[in-house]
């Protein structure tokens, strides 16, 4: 026993003489060194449409470059309502970028940098495997906290599957983080850092940091690189990610084994599912344990599983025809569900300046967040405050129907509308809205002192 | 209570200051009030009432003992107070009461020294009073304050009162001035008071001739009463304006002819939500009417609808008066309205139906019913073992949350124990129950068997499936039964 004891001993002495030696240093040098000079500091102003009126703002982020051509990955919530878009480079150069997309639902978008005026070659970062990373491993994150460019802090990974139960979303209204889990890392995260890399000691992106527990000490949360990849790569050959929608929720079926019968059997409980969507037509309940998909096993034990089940079947294509097979009670049943595309979480934002008001147009997934009985008219975003609106009593949440008594059926109606009654210089505006389950009339006077303008 | 005795101790400060140093007015009036043949007649009818109440937070209770100033208004001792201190429900809409204050004893003394036992009759909702009926007077006749009927008030017309003083002064009671400070309509007529800022609501208010003409009441600032679609007038907040006036002699003689009662809601209702048509809406309408409601939404199965009432209806007449509702503060005017005539009166309505074109005119009769029930006076039950109230599902809950009324069933969670079973285990006030284990639940008393069975099986776990913010959702309620 004594003689395999030694050598183990040897060569632990071995590594940490090494350590000593300085390998680790020159590990996170050589880190540094394949990524630093690839982080962006990013500088958009972006439109806020909240409170009612354009207000733009401008804010800091971070982004890393992930080709050659100037494709820079950042936030969602950094550059996917930018207007105009600043980019500070590792040499200190300031170039302009353009959103190219972005993808509300995994809080990611991709910008590209002007590089007509840039000399040289343009430093480029790896995307590594998040898959492979291990708790306790050395990793560092890149950015801008706190405005701070060319930052660097380092830690461990803290956790590499952690999941948030509650619904989370972003600025400008989406629901995001339904797909992922989240790599959790005591590197420090502070605002500014979003959008940028976290990077192990092989100089490989293995996330781009998103998020951080306010108030906390070092709790910061990364989204895995290998979604980064896919979103990346949707963006880049479809513009966009598509995803598919049934419209039916789960649950961890951990502790709930004995209540439906079980035990020792996989699946994914059936927790919810939405009024009028593809799964309460294919006959989907509450209650279902999903054993099968497409005759392949599936399981949600832990919360863990569950985004991975989300993502399962946001990815196939919009159409794809799904044959659960679910244990209900005794019974083992085989239901086909037919996807239909997720489609914009949100509609496209619009600002009456004239009439104090924002508004959007009404997506399916804002009719069914908002119990719209139908997607028509659209949607009141914010109120100015002691706006014409205001005055007049409308409020954010209304869905205007009717502008003079003639019907509104979407955005582009909306604004044809309000182009003519403005350019018309009209005193007096009836709207008809609906408000819960009511249908009101609102009469807008919009100031005549005021100029109006049209630039929107 | 804070705030009361906050108010009581200030109005001993301002009565001193007064005392010391009466301003011009007030010292050239004082002389005009015959105090002292006040002071002989209120003795009749005044009693000062200790109220025992509990007081629950959530499911946390609590017992205090207020003392109020009341006033005898019939022979048989039915007694007049301030309802709002010791009846009163704060409830967030969705779960039902959240803090509530019940009386559990009353105890009347007589200004000459004799005790009596009573029981709270009920709390007018719109005016806070309260009544308590003296239950051992035995064959004992008072003599009731007398109120004056059609006074005829005048800004600037000077008015007297009495009130309470601490427990240690004798006699406890003394003497205030007031004026009418203002006439105003809206909601309703209210002669708007100042000099009264100390005085304890429902105190009785007499006129330069010592005529009892009405009590001390607030109007509660328009703005900020908020309506449901039931037409029911829900209270006003912390931080609202509070205008001071006088309850005239006519709404307090309506009030004790058929008082309140606790427990039993007989308002009406007629099924709409609502909206003033204001002057620049009945422009827009070709409609010349004053004022008036529009009817923004009908409940199906209520009496609007079985009258054939349809959305965007302009009601401008009840019963051939004109309803002059211009402005969303006048609303509460006609909700009011409607809420204080009795189930089963019929009531005739002018309509205006405006079309692309032109207005149709209608006359439309809907019998009124007794108003759904509010979340506050829904049947309720609580679980000892899981630590947990709930509630029968009623009206508003589904107009909150945006469903068709009865598009969904079971039971709302009104109260949860801090840290207890039900908590811990993740259910939330204003979740909907729709099932308990195995048991479909659509009222308390199904919920209350459900549970009785699960008490008596004790199994290690029990899955709730529940309802909230628009989706389902299981949750595992674990047990820990040798705790009881």
Same mark, same amino acid.
């Given at each position: ?27 996170? &040098? ?92 343009? /430093? ?13 491993? &050395? ?39 339904? &797909? ?22 092989? *100089? ?19 989204? /895995? ?35 439906? *019968? ?15 969507? /593809? ?81 959007? *147009? ?83 006077? /919009? ?10 | ?161 009495? +009130? ?52 001390? !009441? ?90 054939? +009432? ?76 899981? #630590? ?17 009324? !009865? ?49 008596? #099986? ?27």
């Amino acid at each position: 026993m004594k003689h395999i004891a030694l050598p183990m001993l040897a060569l632990l002495a071995a590594v940490s003489v090494s350590a000593a030696d300085g390998s680790l240093q020159n590990d996170i &040098y050589r880190a540094r060194d394949r990524v630093l000079p690839a982080l962006v500091h990013i500088q958009p102003v972006v439109k806020d449409y909240n409170t009612g009126e354009l207000k733009k703002q401008a804010i800091v982020g971070s982004g890393v470059i992930f080709n050659k051509d100037g494709y820079v990955v950042t936030n969602y919530h950094v550059a996917g309502k930018a207007e105009r878009i600043i980019c500070t480079l590792g040499d200190r150069e300031q170039v302009s970028a353009r959103f190219i997309g972005g993808d509300p639902p995994t809080d990611l978008a991709i910008i590209k940098l002007d590089l007509s005026d840039h000399k040289g070659p343009l /430093p480029v970062a790896e995307f590594g495997n998040s898959d492979s990373v291990q708790v306790g491993q &050395y990793v560092l994150a890149m950015g801008s906290p706190l405005a701070l460019s060319r930052t660097v802090s380092g830690g461990v990974i803290s956790t590499k599957d952690r999941y948030f139960s509650q619904e989370v979303r972003l600025p400008s209204g989406e629901q995001t983080g339904n &797909y992922n889990l989240w790599i959790q890392t005591d590197a420090a995260i502070n605002p500014g850092n979003s959008g940028g890399p976290l990077v192990d000691l092989d *100089g490989r992106v293995i996330g781009i940091n998103s998020r951080a527990m306010m108030f906390a000490n070092s709790i910061g949360y990364a989204i /895995p690189v290998n979604i980064v990849k896919e979103v990346v790569h949707a963006i880049l050959t479809e513009g966009k990610v598509t995803r598919s929608y049934i419209g039916a929720h789960y649950q961890a079926l951990q502790e709930m084994e004995e209540y439906f *019968g079980t035990d020792g059997v996989n699946g994914v409980l059936v927790s919810s599912i939405d009024a009028g969507s /593809p799964a309460e037509e294919g006959l989907l309940r509450a209650g279902d344990i999903i054993q099968q998909m497409n005759g392949q096993a599936v399981s949600a034990k832990f919360v863990e599983e569950l985004p991975a089940f989300y993502k399962k079947i946001a990815t196939l294509p919009p159409g794809s025809v799904i044959d659960f097979r679910v244990q209900r009670g005794t019974d083992t049943l085989h239901l086909s569900v037919k996807t239909r595309l997720l489609g914009d979480l949100q509609g496209e934002d619009f600002e009456c300046a004239g009439w104090d008001f924002t508004v959007k *147009g009404i997506t399916r997934q804002m009719q069914l967040e908002n119990q719209l009985k139908d997607s028509l008219g659209v949607f009141v975003e914010g109120v100015k405050r002691s706006g014409a609106a205001d005055d007049g009593g409308l409020r954010a949440g209304d869905v205007i129907v009717a502008i003079n008594k003639q019907e509104i059926t979407d955005l582009p109606g909306f604004v044809a509308q309000y182009h003519d009654l403005v350019q018309a210089k009209t005193q007096k505006i009836l709207l008809g809205i609906k408000r819960g389950g009511s249908s009101r009339l609102v009469v807008l006077k /919009p100031s005549a002192n005021e100029e109006t303008t049209l630039n929107d | 209570m804070i705030k009361r005795s906050i108010r009581a101790i200030l109005a001993v400060a301002v009565a001193a200051v007064l005392a010391v140093t009466p301003g011009p007015a007030a010292r050239a009036q004082a002389q005009t009030f015959d105090f002292a043949r006040l002071q002989s007649s209120v003795r009749d009818y005044t009693v000062v009432l200790k109220v025992k109440v509990e007081i629950a937070f959530g499911m946390q209770t609590n017992e205090q003992e207020v003392r109020l100033l009341g006033t005898v208004v019939t022979p048989e001792g039915l007694i007049l107070f301030d309802g709002s201190t010791v009846s009163s429900e704060q409830h967030s809409s969705m779960s039902g009461a959240s803090f509530r204050v019940t009386p559990v004893s009353i105890e009347v003394t007589t200004l000459a020294g004799r005790k009596y036992s009573a029981e709270l009759v009920g709390v007018d909702r719109f005016t806070q009073l309260g009544f308590a009926r003296i239950t051992n007077a035995g064959n004992t006749r008072f003599a009731p304050v007398q109120f004056a009927m059609n006074q005829q008030f005048k800004v600037g017309s000077w008015l007297t009162a009495y +009130m309470l003083l601490p427990e240690f002064v004798t006699p406890p009671v003394a003497s205030d001035v007031g004026m009418i400070s203002s006439l105003i309509e809206s909601p309703e007529k209210f002669p708007l008071t100042v000099g009264f800022g100390g005085l304890e609501m429902a105190s009785v208010l007499y006129d330069e001739r010592l005529t009892p003409v009405g009590v001390l !009441g607030t109007l509660m600032d328009p703005t900020s009463v908020s309506t449901d679609a039931g037409g029911m007038i829900s209270g006003s907040g912390e931080g609202d304006v509070q205008l001071l006036g006088v309850v005239t002699g006519e709404r307090i003689q309506k009030l004790v002819a058929s008082p309140p009662r606790k427990g039993e809601d007989e308002r009406s209702w007629l099924g709409i939500t609502l909206q003033a048509l204001t002057k620049d809406i009945a422009e827009f309408l070709n409609i010349g009417a004053s004022g008036g409601i529009i009817v923004t939404d009908v409940v199906k199965g209520s009496p609007a609808d079985k009258s054939g +009432m349809k959305v965007g209806d302009v009601i401008h007449e009840i019963n051939g008066q004109p309803v002059e509702v211009d402005m969303e503060e006048k609303v509460p005017i006609f909700q009011r309205r409607i809420a204080e005539m009795a189930p089963g009166t019929q009531v005739e309505f002018s309509v205006f139906r405006p079309h692309d074109q032109k207005v149709d005119t209608l006359r439309i009769v809907a019998t009124l019913e007794k108003a759904p029930l509010t979340a506050a006076n829904a049947p309720s039950y609580e679980s000892k073992e899981f #630590e947990f109230k709930v509630r029968n599902i009623v009206f508003s809950d589904y107009i909150q949350n945006n469903l068709d009324v !009865g598009s969904l069933s079971g039971v709302v969670i009104s109260d949860i124990k801090q840290s207890g079973l039900a908590d811990v285990g993740g259910l939330e006030i204003g979740d909907i129950i729709q099932r308990i284990a195995n048991t479909p639940v659509t009222s308390v008393e199904e919920a209350q068997a459900a549970l009785t069975k699960i008490v008596a #099986e004790k199994p290690r776990e029990v899955v709730f499936f529940i309802w909230r913010n628009n989706k389902t959702m299981f949750v595992n309620v674990k047990t820990d039964w040798k705790m009881q």
